[in-house]
């Protein structure tokens, strides 16, 4: 089954690697979130691309949950001791791949073919795309009025800032090759990624919202709550400070009008009533993956759903 996934994350990344688990070579296509893309020691970082791209190629530090596994980080502190920044850990290895998508990039390549190239080089059988090759920054506003990048937000002040708003800047279009996969589609998955930061900025790019909504095939979302907190991240927070309630629930609102089943974790099976009466069927299942079994599960679980 021709499965494309929205992600951006830890949480989506584990469950494109399930869904890359059970399907057959070349039938997973994940559309990444890369409104949280920066540049940083004059290096092209995508953290979202590359956490997706190391978990598919078996590379994933699964401890930490991002990053390279078996990674140094010798050449971070030496650019500290020379004076550099020092808040964005990057691994030895990890700057392999940043200095490659640059030397891409700037050699004319677009977003999009720079992936490729990479997720080739890394040996993953199943499709990579940016959400668009244009730049878009994903900002937040917290509650004392500043505006902050995203990454100064999540790293830098380690997501501790109550968010009162979320805005991008830049128009992204949506490209031949997102347009060709959702076209194709026979299963598209929002992943438990953050609703706000990672599946909107993919929403925004234009093109893709209607691309979504004029889908024949069955499009299911996963919510990244459980028990009305994240696993991972601020989601759960950022839901609450953006006025919308910390549950499964309220992320199926989030996400009326394109998506036609929402599957929620076993701990809020009492939300499932609440969720079909927003018009979509929903099914409660064990959504929480410790590890990349419980993802291949979880993906088998929906393909069957979806069937």
């Not at 009492?270 to 979509?280: F, N, Q, T």
Request: with cysteine; aromatic share 6%; glycine share 12%.
């Amino acid at each position: 089954m021709k499965t494309v996934c929205l992600a951006g994350g830890v949480g989506g990344a584990k469950l494109c690697e399930g869904f890359y688990r059970v399907l057959s070579p070349g039938a997973l296509t994940v559309v990444v979130n890369t409104g949280d893309d920066f540049r940083l020691h004059g290096l092209f970082i995508s953290p979202d691309l590359d956490t997706v791209t190391y978990g598919l190629s078996g590379l994933r530090d699964r401890d930490r949950g991002w990053g390279l596994r078996d990674e140094t980080f010798r050449c971070h502190a030496m650019l500290e001791r020379l004076g550099a920044e020092g808040w964005f850990l990057l691994g030895d290895q990890d700057l392999a791949i940043h200095l490659r998508r640059t030397q891409l990039l700037a050699g004319g390549s677009r977003l999009t073919e720079a992936a490729r190239s990479l997720t080739r080089a890394l040996g993953v059988r199943a499709t990579v795309l940016p959400m668009c090759d244009e730049a878009v920054e994903t900002q937040v506003r917290t509650e004392d009025g500043e505006w902050l990048d995203f990454q100064d937000y999540f790293v830098r002040r380690g997501h501790r800032d109550p968010v009162v708003e979320v805005r991008f800047r830049g128009q992204g279009r949506i490209t031949g090759e997102v347009r060709s996969a959702l076209d194709e589609a026979e299963l598209l998955v929002a992943c438990p990624s953050n609703p706000f930061v990672s599946i909107d900025p993919i929403l925004q790019v234009s093109g893709i919202r209607q691309r979504l909504g004029e889908l024949k095939c069955p499009r299911v979302g996963v919510s990244p709550i459980v028990g009305g907190e994240a696993l991972k991240g601020p989601a759960g927070a950022m839901l609450r400070s953006l006025g919308h309630e910390p549950s499964a629930l309220g992320v199926a609102r989030l996400y009326l009008g394109w998506l036609d089943l929402f599957v929620l974790d076993e701990r809020d099976q009492a939300l499932v009533a609440d969720v079909e009466r927003l018009g979509m069927r929903c099914f409660a299942l064990p959504t929480v993956m410790g590890d990349e079994r419980d993802a291949a599960r979880l993906a088998e679980r929906i393909l069957e759903l979806a069937s």
